[in-house]
């Protein structure tokens, strides 16, 4: 079965850098989407990021990452990647990668494959 392995998550200060890892394995995925997202207690999961096959490897962005995430993937590894730059306490979540066969949503009910996800905490 599919399984999905978050890494990478960490406490950063305000303005620093992080990339989260998402080891993919069960499946190679050529088709389909691959996406991260984010939750804060008590508020719904968030989309972030997502890297469409369909779509000849086109991303897509929420406004309030655009400019300071992006996503990548990497065939040979299996991996999906977030690297994210300027961070700010308002990135502090857990940050979860998804993915699903089809096109690519922000939107977390679309989505039925999930990791366990990694912790992002942004001090000011």
């Known amino acids: 079965r599919v399984q999905l392995v978050e890494s990478g998550g960490g406490s950063v200060q305000t303005g620093g850098s992080l990339r989260l890892s998402c080891k993919i394995s069960g499946y190679t995925y050529t088709t389909g989407c691959l996406a991260w997202f984010r939750q804060v207690p008590g508020k719904e999961r968030e989309g972030v990021a997502s890297?469409?096959?369909?779509?000849?490897?086109?991303?897509d962005y929420a406004d309030s990452v655009k400019g300071r995430f992006t996503i990548s993937q990497d065939n040979a590894k299996n991996t999906v990647y977030l690297q994210m730059t300027t961070l700010n306490p308002e990135d502090t979540a857990m940050y979860y990668c998804?993915?699903?066969?089809?096109?690519?949503?922000?939107?977390?009910?679309?989505?039925?494959?999930w990791g366990q996800g990694t912790q992002v905490t942004v001090s000011s």
């Open positions: 890297f469409s096959f369909e779509l000849g490897s086109s991303t």
């Open positions: 998804a993915a699903r066969s089809g096109t690519c949503y922000l939107t977390a009910s679309w989505y039925n494959i």
